[in-house]
């Protein structure tokens, strides 16, 4: 089944993992990082989740499912071993058009986990729909070796300059100019060999160009209301 991509906000957001072994025991420090609450429902858990548990970062219900307990959730993921409780699981966050995972069951799941990496503000996820996980796991070990921290180091940059880019560029069409620019250029080869003299020097130029250029003008009318978002 294809599956349609997206990158969630679980800031402040609760999530529930009923049953805290195997794959779900490594869930809740993922999704602490992105800011959720997160609540786990199962009579014994793994060490590492006691832990958390016990330092306040994370609630722990220490005994099993009962209905009623979805309420005021935005994810769920299960993995129990206990095909009935899974159904009921099931049976209770689609009613309530929740987002639900059982794990390894694939007709109990309206969402698939990816496998993601970061590196600060960028986040590549590789999904495979729950066909083979494994896949996603070794595309991802790839790209971990592919992408550096001078990518992290460049998007700490570039969120610098946004107001910077407002005051000197407020044409939307000069500065999707400078960004493509700036992104197509040797910007993260001077990061990475930490040339930030050069780099500073790079996006002055870049800028300058872009504001030399004249958009035409119909093409600003079209994105106006776009102006906002680059």
Not at 30 to 37: M, N, V, Y
Not at 117 to 144: D, H, N, Q, Y
Not at 167 to 174: E, G, I, K, Y
Not at 225 to 230: E, G, L, P, R
Request: proline share 4%; with cysteine; net charge neutral.
């Amino acid at each position: 089944m294809k599956t349609f991509p997206i990158n969630i906000v679980l800031q402040d957001r609760l999530v529930i993992l009923i049953g805290a072994k195997g794959e779900i025991a490594g869930k809740p420090l993922l999704l602490l990082e992105a800011g959720a609450h997160v609540r786990v429902i199962a009579p014994t858990v793994d060490a590492a989740v006691a832990q958390l548990a016990a330092e306040g970062r994370i609630e722990w219900l220490p005994r099993r499912y009962q209905p009623g307990d979805l309420l005021g959730a935005t994810l769920v993921y299960a993995a129990t071993g206990d095909a009935v409780v899974h159904a009921e699981i099931w049976a209770e966050g689609a009613a309530s058009g929740q987002l639900v995972n059982v794990v390894d069951v694939k007709e109990y799941c309206n969402f698939h986990s990816a496998s993601f990496m970061r590196r600060g503000l960028l986040t590549i996820a590789i999904g495979t729909g729950g066909a083979a996980p494994a896949l996603a796991v070794t595309i991802r070990k790839r790209f971990e070796q592919e992408f550096g921290p001078e990518y992290a180091a460049f998007l700490d940059y570039a969120q610098s300059l946004r107001p910077l880019l407002a005051q000197r560029l407020p044409s939307f069409r000069r500065r999707q100019r400078f960004w493509y620019s700036l992104v197509e250029s040797e910007a993260l080869h001077l990061i990475a060999a930490g040339r930030q003299a050069d780099m500073e020097k790079l996006t002055e130029q870049l800028i300058a160009a872009a504001a030399a250029t004249r958009p035409a003008a119909n093409l600003d009318i079209i994105h106006h209301q776009q102006a906002q978002t680059i």
